[in-house]
């Protein structure tokens, strides 16, 4: 039973940490650090127009970033929500639209990892997506808690829409039964 203490503790230790390193950095350990462009003076802003992506993602792809203005945090999202992808940062659910495009784009992270603080965020606060094609600023609508099985929320929508998704409770231990949602509306296109 020791053993098994000890076992537990430290493979939950390791994924705590690489969390902690993913949520306060916005980068994995084995990204190289890249240095960020300043932007074009005098550019135009862009809504509500249509999102074009010159290349699909394939599994496993970093896709662009998530920036949570209220928690100060910058996520590297990669494409697809399989627990490799998961370890590394928030991950698309590829059987959605991608970022700015119109339909229901859905982003899911694990709650003690990149969304250790995601409860913190709710209705009115911003959720801000770079992608290739562009930085897209969503606007929460509707905070909502449901069962680990529902799968309403990865439904489509006749608007551009963000959904974010995490385990709940937040200080569950196992496998929690309920899932946090956050659902966003598109309010701002600034087109690469």
Known sequence: MILFGLWFSGTNAFKF?????IYTTGKTSTEPVQETQPEKKNEKEETAKTVTYSERPEKGDVIGDLKIPKLDAVLPIYHGTDEDELEKGVGHFAGSVLPGEKDNSVLSGHRDTVFRKLGDVGKGDLLVVSTSAGEFTYKIRKV?????????IIVPKPRATLTVT???????????????????????????
């Open 17 to 21: 940490m690489a969390g902690y390193f």
């Open 166 to 192: 995490t385990c709940y409770p937040f200080d569950f231990i196992g496998s929690a039964p309920e899932r946090y949602i956050l659902i966003a509306d598109l309010i701002e296109s600034k087109l690469s």
């Open 144 to 152: 909502k808690i449901v069962d680990a099985d529902d799968r309403t």
